[in-house]
């Protein structure tokens, strides 16, 4: 008989999957995929749309409830609006959203809204075209805030904007992409920089979520936000007055693995059990050997064994993970 539910040795129950549809990404974030240095998988590498629909189903069945479709950049993918419409309609997933750079969002709203997806996460690290292009390469922050604002119009709720702070970058305007909570009902998460698959970042160019507190701080007292038990890593803040939220990701500063709930599925049919270390299943070779529902479900039991109790990522990241952000999705 199997078990029902994926909980760990750590007494953690794992119901949330993210899932990396793609490592193609049309932005190249300093950060994220450095100086090109990421080959891409062949296509026949990816997993396709049904493979990963089964793969979620298996899940559901093991008791995944949520899921997060992330990449490199998701909505590169040809088809991308029909498997999300897909995922909506699979049975017991109460919480499906998207992690995007917004790029290709004014023009793809509405096949979104369409899907039923109903809540967006959107990267972007700064509210100047000039330092867009800094950070990722491409002349596009106009593009990503009219996406933004349509996302707003259309009713997307919430609408977590994802900022990376980073020291030299985008350090001195972190006040003003935290006053936009006092305009607009957005959920502003601050996330810690992490160093990952080679790519030393100084020291020097870290900001914790202490210092990036201080620095906000002339906007008023930040006040907690209950948090719910869906929620996710996020400390959740709120200005008095705002509309919005702060929220503060501190996988350095004050990691949260003891309530981590996550299990990850890369593109290249990879179940990883921690974002920030290198072990993982590989699940396509088996499923492309035509391996049966309950050798899958016992795959995801394996990876969830395998969860550690914690990373041990550190500033310099000293432990050496080796994989890039990019081919997991964040
Ligand atoms: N292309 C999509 C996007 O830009 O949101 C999804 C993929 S991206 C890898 C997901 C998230 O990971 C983004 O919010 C990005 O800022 C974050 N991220 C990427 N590299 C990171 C790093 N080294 N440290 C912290 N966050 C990172």
Avoid at 105 to 111: A, G, P, S, W, Y
Avoid at 157 to 164: D, T
Avoid at 252 to 278: K, M, V, W, Y
């Amino acid at each position: 008989m199997l078990n029902t539910k994926l909980i760990d040795k750590y007494n953690r129950n794992l119901n949330y999957l993210r899932i990396s549809i793609t490592d193609r990404c049309n932005l190249k974030c300093i950060y994220c995929a450095p100086h090109n240095l990421v080959p891409k998988l062949p296509y026949k590498e990816i997993l396709s749309y049904e493979e990963i629909l089964r793969i979620v189903k298996v899940g559901v069945r093991l008791g995944i409830s949520k899921v997060r479709i992330t990449g490199g950049e998701p909505l590169v993918r040809k088809g991308v609006f029909q498997f999300l419409k897909q995922l909506t309609e699979i049975e017991g997933l109460i919480d499906i959203s998207l992690t995007t750079n917004g790029v290709l969002l004014k023009d793809n709203i509405e096949k979104i809204k369409a899907t039923g997806i109903e809540r967006i996460n959107i990267s972007v690290d700064t509210l100047y075209r000039e330092k867009f292009i800094q950070i990722t390469g491409h002349d596009l922050f106009d593009n990503v805030w009219e996406g933004i604002e349509l996302a707003q119009k259309m009713g997307f709720n919430p609408i977590k904007l994802n900022v990376v702070p980073l020291k030299g970058v985008n350090e001195d305007e972190l006040i003003d992409i935290a006053r936009l909570s006092f305009i607009y009902p957005f959920h502003i998460r601050f996330i810690e920089y992490m160093p990952m698959g080679g790519n030393k970042t100084e020291k020097d160019r870290h900001l914790l979520a202490p210092e990036i507190k201080r620095r906000i701080s002339p906007l008023g007292q930040l006040i907690a936000v209950e948090k719910k038990s869906n929620d996710g890593p996020a400390e959740r803040f709120k200005f008095e007055t705002a509309l919005g939220e702060i929220g503060f990701i501190r996988p350095i500063s004050q990691h949260f693995c003891n309530t981590c709930n996550r299990l990850r599925l890369s593109a290249s049919g990879r179940l990883r059990p921690c974002l920030l270390s290198d072990y993982q299943e590989d699940i396509k070779t088996r499923l492309r050997k035509g391996c049966s529902d309950k050798e899958l479900s016992e795959m995801f039991f394996k990876a969830v064994r395998k969860k550690p109790s914690e990373h041990n990522l550190t500033y310099d990241n000293s432990t050496g993970i080796s994989t890039q952000m990019s081919t997991i999705g964040g």
